[in-house]
T-cell receptor
């Protein structure tokens, strides 16, 4: 069964810093990978979907990369802002969605 | 934008009560999912459906059932609520083959069973 790990579980950074969130998965036979953001007490909001044939995907200050062979994805956030504070989850997709437990990000003003 | 609407944001029920959680999506998505989310355990799949009247068990179906009578609506039913079903319940939907397209979530339903 696919296992998805996100390390660290929590991260605090000062405003303006660039940061990288990590997602590791055990089975490289994936279809796609999706990054989500979750605010406290809310549902998940999709940030980026990377197709298995792609190496990366960009949206504004966000850039997600995918290396299937090594079982890793990273989410790069440029010039972090307090509004970026949230939990970030990745999901790898094969026959169903397999979620990591997330990284809780705090951006300190 | 696709909208996934969960009818209740917060519910408080008593042990043994029957609970209905409703989810409606407005973009003709084939696939719909029910997850529960608990601290330290992440999201766990309860049931999913890839077509009207079709349902498949996820990882933790015990104590739950589902209904999909119309394409846009996917209901989660707790026949006899128990305290260990206190959780955040999240509905999601996606178009076409699982994983080919973005998975869209509702806002969640926080259920407390006393």
């Amino acid at each position: 069964k696919q296992e998805v790990t996100q390390i660290p579980a929590a991260l605090s950074v000062p405003e303006g810093e660039n940061l990288v969130l990590n997602c590791s998965f055990t089975d490289s036979a994936i279809y796609n990978l999706q990054w989500f953001r979750q605010d406290p007490g809310k549902g998940l909001t999709s940030l980026l979907l990377i197709q298995s044939s792609q190496r990366e995907q960009t949206s504004g200050r966000l850039n997600a990369s995918l290396d299937k062979s090594s079982g890793r994805s990273t989410l790069y956030i440029a010039a972090s802002q307090p509004g970026d504070s949230a939990t970030y989850l990745c999901a790898v997709i094969w026959n169903q969605f397999y979620f990591g437990t997330g990284t809780s990000l705090t951006v300190i003003p | 934008d696709v909208k996934v609407t969960q009818s209740s944001r917060y519910l408080v029920k008593r042990t043994g009560e029957k609970v209905f959680l409703e989810c409606v999506q407005d973009m003709d998505h084939e696939n719909m999912f029910w997850y529960r989310q608990d601290p330290g355990l992440g999201l766990r799949l309860i049931y999913f459906s890839y077509d009207v009247k079709m349902k498949e068990k996820g990882d933790i179906p015990e104590g739950y059932s589902v209904s999909r009578e119309k394409k846009e609506r996917f209901s989660l039913i707790l026949e006899s609520a128990s305290t260990n079903q206190t959780s955040m319940y999240l509905c999601a939907s996606t178009l076409g083959p699982t994983g080919a397209n973005v998975l869209t979530f509702g806002a969640g339903s926080r259920l407390t069973v006393l």
